[in-house]
């Protein structure tokens, strides 16, 4: 490489370019320019102060300060003197270093000075990237990277001052590194290979520096090391976690989505695992024709929802329902299916944390435990980059709260979300709702025949009242005939009548209304908000009075609290389907949750603050 003109170097030891040199000093070469190096410390700190001011009048007071270091000695005018002359020698051209009356100007005509060449390739590998022309950016940065011998100025002593310039030029060959790995990864040549150990050493000796490590993840991911590009980005994380408190930022993350995803391979292949998690949509199915065509479309069309809520009831078959459209969808989201369950009502456990769907979604979509983002905000983040470019349905199962489902929603307009909720998750922005209620009494009795075996079964029979016409009352039902060929619909449905508590013939093997009910009103009951733990109490109440409806007015004179507190917990019994709000005020318990109600009435309130009765204000 050949630096035409140039005359003056500050990028590494002060020296001066080209010529023959002087005094029959032996010169070096650096590329293919002669090198003539300036071996006395003092005359290299004369040449660095004289070109840090090319063209400017240096006085004599600070040239004696640069060599002495603020301290001259008396013959330090002489001396000076002689260090100029001797300058001037290595010079060899008359006029380049002129005496004026209070001191020295160094002459360095465009082009002279290793450092304004620098500056000049800085700027067209600049304008070349915000063109996105990878092949001059390379170009560009590789001439401006080679003009380096070292540190500039070779680390410039105090006296000589330069700081400034020093810092500045070190972090734009950083930049320079940067944006040249970024066009050899851009152009991906063949010898990304070869990067590997230049960025490894890059990225050791910069190990906050996340445009390296983003590199370095890139060269080893496309040259088949996929498992070593997520080492680096674990190591990564974890540092600027234990150093600064934060996450990569998102170029990082975005590389990482690329690992993970197995795009941009060298051979092309995609890693990327079609998820397939839909649970068996329970059979036979019965009925919602309608709804079940209003899901798919709000799912499918072109302005598809960002989510789709299925709310009603305990036991209305709001899972059914959803794993039924699902897996008729499956053409339409060709990426694959999620499925989670979010456990708002589950028996014996608690609903699952945000850090905890997220963490377990990205496990599935193929994201080491070691690489799931602790924080939220950027586990959500990596969620939203691993699925955008994908059409891929989550099916997210027994939510408890809009705020439970907002950070698991993808941005990609692919992508499509089913959420099952007693809740119909009113918070929840942009979202279809389609709230549940029981089967007509046709639907009933197909079901009860279909999953029975019985055909006599018809919509007048009293086991379709009997189950309240809940789909999951009527399979357990549907169960215990085709358990007992021998018990007849009418005896079963005589069982149902004169028992003690419908509840107990409700309940067969992992089928159960009871203990459906048992989590929604153990969620209240456990619950800290105050209106949650009323509504708790009100259910009680209600089966206590054994109203067939009620509203606040009448609730509070029968209860002596406060109308707002009882019109508070009705509304919070009617979100999460205890309650039907049949006209406006007016709320109706369901059929067999007014069972429920009346037997929990009966047991004492030992998880509730105040008992039976109303905490104080």
Request: glycine content about 8%.
């Amino acid at each position: 490489m050949t630096w035409r003109g140039l005359r003056f170097g500050l990028l590494g030891t002060p020296v001066l370019y080209g010529g023959e040199p002087a005094g029959g000093v032996p010169a070096g070469r650096h590329g293919d320019t002669p090198v003539l190096p300036v071996t006395s410390p003092k005359l290299r700190a004369l040449l660095a102060v004289l070109l840090l001011d090319a063209g400017r009048v240096v006085s004599v007071e600070v040239l004696k300060d640069a060599l002495w270091g603020g301290a001259p000695p008396v013959s330090a005018l002489p001396s000076l003197h002689n260090h100029v002359a001797r300058l001037r020698r290595l010079l060899d051209e008359p006029g380049r270093l002129l005496t004026v009356p209070t001191g020295y100007v160094l002459r360095v005509d465009d082009g002279e000075l290793d450092v304004q060449v620098f500056d000049a390739h800085v700027s067209a590998a600049r304008t070349a990237r915000a063109e996105g022309d990878w092949e001059r950016v390379r170009r560009e940065c590789r001439a401006a990277l080679g003009l380096w011998r070292g540190s500039p100025l070779g680390g410039p002593a105090p006296e000589v001052g330069g700081y400034a310039l020093a810092r500045r030029l070190e972090e734009a060959r950083l930049l320079l590194h940067e944006w040249r790995y970024d066009a050899e990864l851009a152009l991906g040549d063949d010898g990304l290979a070869d990067l590997v150990p230049e960025l490894s050493a890059l990225a050791a000796e910069h190990p906050l520096r996340e445009a390296y490590h983003r590199q370095l993840m890139l060269a080893l991911h496309r040259t088949g090391r996929q498992a070593e590009a997520l080492v680096v980005h674990r190591d990564l994380r974890a540092r600027l976690a234990d150093e600064l408190g934060v996450e990569p930022g998102r170029p990082v993350r975005e590389a990482h989505v690329e690992v993970l995803r197995g795009s941009g391979t060298r051979d092309g292949a995609s890693r990327w695992v079609r998820p397939a998690q839909l649970p068996p949509a329970p059979a036979p199915f019965v009925g919602r024709a309608d709804v079940r065509e209003g899901i798919a479309r709000a799912l499918s069309g072109t302005d598809a929802a960002g989510a789709v809520v299925v709310s009603g009831t305990a036991g209305v078959g709001k899972s059914a329902l959803a794993l039924q459209v699902a897996h008729g969808l499956e053409e339409r989201f060709s990426s694959g299916q999620l499925h989670l369950n979010l456990r708002a009502t589950e028996p014996g456990s608690t609903p699952l944390t945000v850090e905890e769907a997220l963490a377990a979604l990205l496990r599935d979509l193929g994201v080491p435990s070691g690489d799931v983002p602790e924080h939220p905000d950027a586990a959500s983040a990596l969620l939203r980059s691993l699925l955008a470019p994908t059409r891929t349905l989550l099916v997210l199962d027994d939510a408890a709260s809009a705020a439970q489902v907002r950070p698991l929603l993808p941005a990609g307009p692919g992508c499509g979300v089913l959420v099952t909720s007693r809740s119909p998750l009113t918070a929840l922005d942009g979202a279809a709702r389609f709230p549940l209620r029981p089967l007509s009494d046709e639907e009933s009795a197909a079901l009860l025949r279909a999953a029975s075996g019985r055909d006599g079964i018809t919509a007048r029979h009293p086991l379709v009242a009997l189950t309240g016409r809940l789909p999951l009352a009527l399979r357990v039902v549907a169960a215990r005939l085709a358990a007992r060929r021998a018990l007849t619909p009418d005896d079963l449905a005589v069982q149902l009548a004169s028992a003690g508590s419908r509840l107990d013939l409700l309940d067969y093997d992992d089928l159960g209304v009871r203990r459906s009910l048992d989590a929604a009103l153990d969620a209240l009951t456990a619950s800290e908000r105050r209106s949650d733990q009323d509504a708790a109490l009100v259910l009680r109440q209600i089966g206590a009075l054994d109203l067939p409806f009620c509203d606040a007015p009448s609730l509070a004179r029968l209860t002596g609290v406060d109308e707002a507190r009882a019109e508070a917990a009705l509304e919070r019994l009617a979100e999460v389907a205890l309650l039907e709000e049949t006209a406006y005020g007016r709320f109706e318990p369901y059929d067999l949750v007014r069972d429920y109600a009346r037997e929990r009435a009966a047991e004492p309130c030992a998880h509730s603050p105040s008992g039976c009765h109303f905490a104080s204000a």
